[in-house]
């Protein structure tokens, strides 16, 4: 198993196998002789600090699954002894046994209230001492695994969280321009349509395409089309200024964009900017039978809708604009007008 590792976390299948690891904090080296002997042939961990003043600190260095602390002590009492360790966030847990000459029903009292865990006449017999010892520490070893565990759960969440956000959002963008594709232009145009049949709000729709991209691709190449298509969809995508405006690739060198709560004349606004917008960049088109650049035709359709109303409706509308504008002469706006059912 792996050695914990707190600052990286762990996968779910990394939990740390903890050993017993006993701290015996005493004066009198015959009593953690005595202890040294009853654990030696346990798989246990021994280790002994003899100096009060310098427990905390060496618990805080060895993370002991419990420690034994003497009652009486020069210096420090064990008492205060307890409240230190439990002061500590490293050692606030940690099982703490009280080891004492005498059974006190006050001190033992007082012991368990300043957060001491057992208490125990020096020295139990082996058998009592160990299993004491284990009873404790696999206690405290178990709650520091569920706790890894849920740090770990939450984290592997987390992570898959991310991802899934990550991969909802690659799933929805066009994988050559990087503006959203068709798939996410239907999911926004049904919630937008929803939104305005519930406030009674208009919604626009913008449809266009590149005039004559078929020639400029039989002119410039596949490649040339690419990078054609990912000017346009740039130009189109920054003509638009409201973050509840989607402009997004509705298929091949047709576009297309949603500009909820919006009237006719506002969507001719954005339309005609984007045209203009087109026209500015002075992309080169030998074989256009327009312009000797790129230009796009579009088509506007606005409707406020209704219950039970369809948004295929709106599309057709925007459809048959753009073919308005086409059969007219391209690289021009049309629009379908204003529809209210």
Not at 76 to 100: E, W
Not at 125 to 133: F, G, S, Y
Not at 207 to 219: G, Q
Request: aromatic content about 6%.
């Amino acid at each position: 198993m792996a050695e914990l590792n707190v600052e990286n976390g762990k996968k779910l299948n990394e939990i740390t196998s903890y050993r017993i690891r006993v701290l015996l904090v005493d004066d009198q080296p015959i009593i953690a002789e005595a202890v040294r002997r009853a654990l030696a042939e346990e798989d246990i961990d021994f280790h002994y600090c003899q100096d009060p003043t310098n427990a905390v600190k060496m618990a805080t260095e060895l993370l002991p699954t419990i420690i034994l602390q003497d009652l009486v002590m020069p210096e420090i009492d064990g008492l205060t002894m307890v409240k230190f360790y439990r002061a500590s966030p490293v050692l606030l847990h940690v099982p703490i046994i009280v080891l004492s000459t005498k059974e006190e029903p006050e001190i033992k009292s007082k012991a368990f209230e300043f957060g001491a865990n057992d208490y125990i006449v020096k020295l139990p017999d082996k058998m009592e001492l160990v299993a004491r010892i284990r009873y404790h520490s696999q206690s405290y070893i178990n709650q520091k695994q569920r706790d890894e565990a849920f740090d770990a759960l939450v984290k592997s969440q987390k992570e898959l969280a991310a991802a899934n956000a990550i991969l909802q959002k690659l799933s929805s963008l066009d994988g050559l321009t990087g503006i959203p594709n068709r798939r996410r232009f239907d999911e926004v145009l049904k919630a937008e349509w929803q939104r305005s049949i519930r406030h009674a709000t208009s919604i626009s729709l913008i449809m266009l395409d590149i005039d004559f991209f078929k020639l400029f691709n039989d002119t410039y190449g596949h490649q040339g089309g690419d990078d054609c298509l990912k000017r346009v969809a740039k130009t189109l995508d920054e003509s638009v200024s409201r973050e509840t405006d989607m402009v997004a690739r509705y298929g091949g060198e047709e576009f297309a964009a949603i500009l909820p709560e919006t009237g006719v004349k506002g969507a001719l606004v954005v339309a005609e900017e984007m045209r203009a917008n087109i026209e500015k960049q002075n992309i080169s088109h030998e074989s256009s039978k327009v312009a000797d650049y790129v230009t796009i035709s579009v088509g506007v359709a606005t409707w406020v809708p209704e219950r039970y109303s369809k948004s295929d409706e709106l599309i057709a509308l925007a459809d048959q604009a753009l073919y308005a504008a086409k059969e007219i002469g391209r690289n021009r706006v049309i629009s379908a007008g204003v529809k209210l059912e």
